[in-house]
């Protein structure tokens, strides 16, 4: 195979500083910078290192219009290469707006006093991503960071200017995934916060992104590194690191629209070498689904109806806050979990 993934594209986007100091994050930039170093090196994910295939934003480069710029670099770039495998990484804060319950992304420019006019909404985010025609796409949205948020900074946006931060909400990651061969990751759920790693190196989702990425999920025989090794990777690791480091929950959603793909070469394309070891793993993947994925289901979907009967209760008057975020935490956490059930039955773990 060869030692380059040369139809793969990213556009890597760590806000890093904003015009608002209360709202930077220093660690989106480290988080950027380590996903480039580990995609672009020849003897893990194999990407060319040349600007056409590899762009990265951050600090006064992650503007509104440079991000959109990028979304159009990529429509062009994967208008000419009909085998293109796209990643688009966004890391930074993201807020609802409570009266439209449309949500946007806090890019470097944004500005407090005028969010709705300023700040990257998702239909903007969304409509740029539909217009790139790539065979396979994969967008992660690391939003809702822990870092960087003092409480009345928090409490302003939220009480008095009618803004919630919080993960991105269903109806805006389903726009995202709109096609074949799309993905959508996010980091966190609902009211969840994504945390730094205690050693402040970068984010926890990023750190398991990166070793997923070296094939930390692969198994012997494998040559590539698909979405359901960094869907199944990421959804074991990060909620126990969080709970390890600072006892609190953080659970990564996923999403994909048809079969499994691949993202990146397996350490340099060489590859895991063949082995006996897989021979227990249809067992270890029946154990998993009937012990774990389907109970959580069913759970899940349980609580999903009682919040949906809740809400239809409010008929044409407006669902309270912390409802709406109850609801849209519950229908992440059913698609994600019908998603890994769906990536166990293709056999693709």
């Known amino acids: 195979m060869s030692n380059s993934f040369n139809h793969g594209y990213a556009l890597l986007i760590g806000?890093?500083?904003?015009?608002?100091?209360?709202y930077s994050?220093?660690?989106?930039?480290?988080?950027?910078?380590?996903?480039?170093?580990?995609?672009t090196d020849p003897k893990f994910c194999g990407y060319s290192t040349e600007s056409d295939h590899v762009r990265i934003l951050h600090d006064s480069y992650a503007t509104r219009n440079a991000i959109l710029e990028g979304l159009d670099w990529l429509k062009e770039a994967t208008t000419k290469d009909s085998e293109a495998t796209v990643l688009v990484y966004y890391s930074g804060h993201g807020v609802l707006e409570l009266s439209t319950e449309q949500y946007y992304l806090l890019q470097h420019d944004f500005k407090l006093?005028?969010?709705?006019?300023?700040?990257?909404?998702?239909?903007?985010?969304?409509?740029?991503?539909?217009?790139?025609?790539?065979k396979s796409l994969l967008v992660i949205i690391d939003s809702c960071h822990a870092e960087g948020m003092a409480t009345s900074k928090e409490e302003d946006l939220n009480q008095s200017a009618g803004f919630l931060l919080t993960a991105p909400l269903k109806s805006f990651t389903d726009t995202l995934r709109h096609g074949a061969g799309r993905a959508v990751f996010t980091s966190c759920r609902g009211k969840q916060k994504s945390y730094?790693?205690?050693?402040?190196?970068?984010?926890?989702?990023?750190?398991?992104l990166i070793e997923a990425l070296k094939g930390a999920a692969n198994r012997p025989g494998d040559e590539l590194v698909k979405v359901s090794h960094l869907m199944n990777y990421l959804a074991e690791t990060v909620p126990a690191s969080v709970?390890?480091?600072?006892?609190?929950?953080?659970?990564?959603?996923?999403?994909?629209?048809?079969?499994?793909?691949?993202?990146?070469l397996l350490l340099g394309g060489k590859g895991l070498i063949s082995s006996n070891m897989v021979e227990a793993l249809p067992?270890?993947?029946?154990?998993?689904?009937?012990?774990?994925?389907?109970?959580?289901?069913?759970?899940?979907?349980?609580a999903l109806a009682i919040f949906e009967q809740q809400a239809a209760g409010y008929g044409s008057l407006?669902?309270?806050?912390?409802?709406?975020?109850?609801?849209?935490?519950?229908?992440l956490e059913v698609a994600s979990l019908e998603a890994r059930l769906k990536i166990l039955e293709v056999g693709y773990e």
Not at 25 to 38: E, G, K, Y
Not at 196 to 207: E, P, W
Not at 244 to 264: C, R, W
């Open 15 to 22: 806000v890093g500083e904003t015009s608002n100091w209360h």
């Open 283 to 302: 067992q270890k993947i029946i154990a998993r689904k009937e012990v774990f994925l389907q109970p959580a289901l069913k759970m899940a979907l349980r």
């Open 243 to 264: 709970r390890q480091m600072y006892q609190k929950e953080q659970t990564p959603f996923f999403d994909f629209s048809t079969e499994d793909f691949p993202v990146a």
């Open 113 to 134: 006093s005028d969010i709705l006019g300023t700040a990257l909404s998702a239909q903007e985010f969304s409509n740029g991503l539909r217009q790139i025609k790539a």
């Open 318 to 331: 407006k669902i309270p806050p912390e409802l709406l975020i109850q609801l849209e935490d519950k229908r």
């Open 196 to 208: 730094i790693r205690s050693d402040n190196v970068m984010s926890v989702y990023t750190y398991h």
């Open 25 to 39: 994050l220093p660690a989106t930039v480290r988080d950027v910078r380590a996903i480039h170093a580990v995609l």
